[in-house]
């Protein structure tokens, strides 16, 4: 069985939305790095870190890969922003 390691890297914002758009333009940009999920980010509250509220939708698209639009969503998922 092999080891994973997942890294923490806490990062401030004001509120729940706030931190949710910072998570997403972080685990965007991340794309570039081929060992970063960008789909399981999580954000939570500093004192109760135990109640994560999901970033992205990560729904499987056709042909493997996920979507990038945020949880919750409305319409299709799609592996492009939209407008």
Do not use: K, N
């Amino acid at each position: 069985m092999s080891q994973r390691y997942v890294i923490h890297l806490p990062v401030v914002a004001a509120d729940l939305s706030a931190a949710q758009r910072l998570a997403r333009v972080i685990g965007r940009w991340m794309l570039v790095l081929p060992m970063v999920g960008p789909g399981e980010t999580t954000v939570s509250e500093e004192d109760q870190q135990f109640r994560r509220h999901r970033v992205f939708c990560d729904l499987r698209l056709p042909g493997g890969r996920r979507c990038l639009l945020r949880d919750g969503h409305d319409g299709e998922c799609s592996r492009r922003l939209r407008r």
